[in-house]
């Protein structure tokens, strides 16, 4: 029977669960942050000692936590990789601009426990030696950012933040800095840019990676919300205790929000790998099923960027068998687990947790139409195959879409689409506004050329010039 | 054998330098190479294949701008040395590395190479990479290179020519942007040219230090616009229509006055102050249509002042000298001037005469005055001038030449001085014979009542003046672009420049004259090419004394002043 496995959603579900700290601390809030600022040096057999912060980064990497604002990129490895020999001070910023259309994830967790992610954003502080953080809260969210101001205050007032934590003598402020409504901004080196006022242009790779040069130059941890929330509960529980959750590249919870055709949209919280698409689109405990007399047509498993999956589709995984052999294996796309790496294997990803369900009552070429229109429109504009590319794909399929397509179109389409990802640009936006394009067009393709050649039959005129 | 393949081992390179492999050639380049700003940094893929003689074309990477990267024209293939588990390169059975290509290019204007990378330039992916940015660029360009300006200069259309596709497959409506934007007084802007590579932004903010340009809008409509209610107005504001790789910015200057391939290109330097800019100056049938700056990184980067730049239109006024002249000259004939100030000169009473040369006249004709001041026991010095110096390039010293002057022993010290002692000494008759060369000494306190007691005047000038107008002779003379020689620039570094248009009527380059007076006054004869004179000058001048005519090149070298 598949259920949901709440960690970071238990308080939230919970009847008469409020934002303000006193129900947090009757929850057993800030029992975390205690436990972390409490922690002693462990003596090593050598001789040396484990100091407590270092303890604390350990217990992630054990944990496995995978990011969870798109990239599912080791936490542990991230935060191991942040200069701490620079002299300079250290900075971390939660990134809470959460854009990816289909995903509802991080605003949840905001709106109804604030607290969890400032605990487990005051852990992360601690074990990176922080004391300036930042909440970058996309622009849209101007209640979650009254919430998040007002659980700040609270948290200030009572000595979790500001100077002198709890009698330790660790210092840490956080502030919060509201986006003015781009896309872009949740691109972490983007996002790093606008925090420090200027426009969101995503900084090249080298140089600057922020865990060396991020903000104002300075070592930059960027966490995403859900990563920020896990790490409290990590070190509640232990990182060992934290992996036996999920399997074992895809540990823990994970807040799946699945959107689109199915009767129960919403945010859920899975054991990641434990469930599989089918569960989520069909059981009762997730999405419920498809709406009467429809039929699945198409997923998008991770936010618009994602590469689409078509329903009935056979995908190829390497499985882990019980005596611990690898062996390749094909099955349903329904089948597969939802977890960073059997997505991945699929040929797609699980990004932001996002799941788009779409039966038959949608036109693809609508569907992809509009995906493209939202990437043109987000493009941050500086460099040139994404600027230009994402426009001129939009321009293209608003003319498919509205029956003006010409059968030489789709090749073209597809060309534009390819010369736009695999490392052309400064940043994995050319990726996540070619990948739909791609994927649709080549899974979808039937109902491409059935739309062209609809339009080619009632004007001829123009199916003859594109012959010519 | 083995000895060999130690040596060549890209991964054992001398200290301090890498082994790369461009399109399968090995080249040993530095570690580290100056960035924009002259800082050792990694050297990159871009400055190594340059090492190599090999171009990667680009639009957004300047070598004197910080790195955007934003253009993806530079994009290569390339792959590093394959470790194995124990972290060690793997080998090839006769020692050679195993090479890992990276699935992914990179752009080469910022990543750094590695011992051992492999370049890859000319693979047909990188070609396809260029021809897509190529397309990119263009799908949303006007495309109006029959009125453009920069066509003929124009990265657009070069890469274009040379890496891009023959026809266009975009068949959608263009983006439109403004395309007539009056940026500020000099600089006008055509959103639609341009290619938002953020040069122009990063010359303004980064070297010339005024946030002025910026990027509004966002996706394909982005455009560059000056901050709303401000206008683009530094001293620096043209160095952006010469970056701009398209003609997106334009002088309002030279726009629509020229096309770009009749200029003749001639080597110069600015006049206009005492840095001494390296320029060219493009001229067609003896009319300057722009000056230009030359890169020089021991004078000016690859920049120069809107002040200096547009400091040439005085050249062609209609007041110029043509002729000999004066009151004591019958007839406008050099033949005539020369001996008639000879002859006076050939009197004067050394004590009783003073020289006054322009710190605007080049090395060569100054040495020649001191040759003459030296054998008539003259006093000189020149006319200081002076404005406000800006963080850039722009000195105090508006004279090209005052470090020349000072060198010669023309100078007083300081320049100027000698002035108002020249006034007092012609007002109690001690001064009876006076040489002006190249300026008006009645707007430097010498007065016209002054000048009329003496019993002798020459004067020279490019311009009628308060001073010839009262000369017994007047020469004309030629503004440097007119002539050759050299300038001593403020920091004591001497460079040439060449004639790039020929002077109105029978003016001729002070040098001709000055040495023809020399050898008339003194019997001494000497060549009269600037080459000559320098020679002398460099023979007798320490300053000068370890430098040849052929050393100064086209950037100059510190003299040892
Ligand atoms: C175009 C683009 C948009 C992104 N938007 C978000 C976002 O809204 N929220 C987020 O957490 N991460 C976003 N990311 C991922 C971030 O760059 C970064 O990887 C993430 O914040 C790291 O946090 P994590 O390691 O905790 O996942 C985006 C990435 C790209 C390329
Ligand atoms: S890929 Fe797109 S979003 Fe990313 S930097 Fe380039 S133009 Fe901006
Ligand atoms: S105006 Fe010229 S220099 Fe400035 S961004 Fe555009 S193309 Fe580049
Ligand atoms: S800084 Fe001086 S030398 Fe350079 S362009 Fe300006 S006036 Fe001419
Ligand atoms: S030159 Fe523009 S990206 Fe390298």
Known sequence: ?468 | MKQSQQSNDPLASPPGMISVTVDGRTVLVPRTMPDWQGRQVPTTMLQACELAGVTVPHYCYHPKLPVAGNCRMCLVEYGVPALGPDRKPVRQPDGSLVIKKSPRPAIACATPVSPGMEIYTSTPTVKLMRQSVLEFLLINHPLDCPICDQAGECKLQEYSVEYGRASSRFAETKVHKNKQIDLGPRIMLDQERCILCSRCIRFTRDVVGDDALGIINRGSYSAIAAYPGTTFDNNYTLNTADICPVGALTSKDFRFQMRVWFLKETMSLCASCGTGCNIVIGSRENCIYRFTPRQNDAVNSCWMCDYGRLNYRWIERTDRLTRPGGSKLTSPDWEDAINGIAAALKKAVPGHIAIVASARLTNEELYLVRRLAQFLGAPTDCVPRSGPADNLLLCADRNPNTKGAQLLGIAASPPGVNLPVFARLIRNGTIRSLLVFGEDVTRHGITADDLARLDFLAASDIHTNGTTAVSHYFLPGCAHVEKRGSFTNVHGRIQRFEKAVDPPGLARPELHWLRELVCRVTGQSMGGTVESVFEAMRAEVPAFRNIAWADLGDHGVATHG
């Open chain 1, 1 to 468: 029977m598949p259920s949901e496995r709440h960690l970071i959603l238990k308080n939230i579900r919970k009847p008469g669960y409020s934002t303000d700290i006193e129900c947090y601390l009757r929850h057993g809030g800030y029992q975390a942050l205690r436990k972390a600022l409490a922690l002693q040096p462990v003596a090593q057999p050598d001789g040396t000692a484990i100091g407590p912060k270092e303890q604390i980064r350990r217990e992630v990497e054990i944990s496995g936590l995978r990011g969870r604002g798109g990239a599912g990129f080791s936490c542990g490895m991230k935060w191991s990789l942040v200069d701490r020999k620079s002299g300079k001070p250290i900075y971390l910023v939660c990134n809470a601009d959460e854009s990816e259309p289909g995903t509802f994830k991080d605003r949840q967790i905001i709106h109804r426990d604030p607290h969890q992610l400032i605990e487990g954003m005051i852990i992360a502080c601690y074990a990176n030696d922080v004391h300036l953080a930042f909440i970058y809260i996309r622009g849209e969210f101007i209640e979650g950012a009254r919430i998040l101001e007002r659980a700040l205050e609270e948290a200030r007032a009572a000595g979790f933040l500001g100077r002198n934590i709890l009698g330790t003598g660790y210092d840490l402020d956080i502030y919060i800095h509201r986006g003015a409504g781009a896309y872009i901004c949740g691109e972490e080196t983007g996002l790093i840019e606008s925090l420090e006022g200027k426009r969101p242009y995503p900084r090249i790779k080298p140089p600057y990676f922020p865990a060396v040069l991020g903000l104002y130059q300075c070592p930059t941890i960027v966490n995403n919300v859900e990563t920020l929330c896990a790490v409290k509960h990590i070190v509640d529980m232990g990182g060992a205790e934290y992996a036996r959750l999920g399997t074992p590249d895809n540990t823990g919870t994970r807040l799946v929000c699945i959107s689109g055709h199915v009767k129960r949209p919403g945010c859920y919280e899975i054991e990641v790998g434990k469930v599989t698409f089918r569960d989520l689109i069909f059981d009762e405990a997730f999405g419920g099923g498809l709406h009467d007399a429809r039929q699945l047509k198409a997923i998008i498993p991770g936010g618009v960027s994602a590469k689409v999956f078509r329903a009935g589709e056979k995908v190829r995984v390497t499985k882990r068998a019980a005596d611990g052999k690898m062996f390749e294996t094909e099955m349903d796309v329904l089948d597969l687990p939802y977890d960073f790496t059997s997505v991945s294997a699929a040929g797609s990803m699980s990004g932001s947790g996002a799941i788009i369900v779409l039966d038959d009552s949608a036109d693809m070429v609508e569907v992809l139409a509009n995906i493209s229109e939202f990437f043109a429109h987000e493009s941050c504009g500086q460099c040139t195959p994404c600027r230009e590319g994402s426009l001129w794909m939009a321009k293209i399929l608003r003319r498919l879409a509205k029956g003006n397509g010409q059968p030489a179109d789709l090749a073209l389409l597809l060309s534009v689409a390819d010369q736009i990802p695999g490392g052309r640009t400064i940043c994995a936006f050319g990726e996540a506004c070619s990948w739909p394009v791609q994927s649709l067009l080549v899974k979808f393709g039937d109902e491409f050329r059935a739309k062209v050649q609809a339009t080619a039959d009632k004007r001829p005129d123009r199916a003859f010039a594109e012959v010519q």
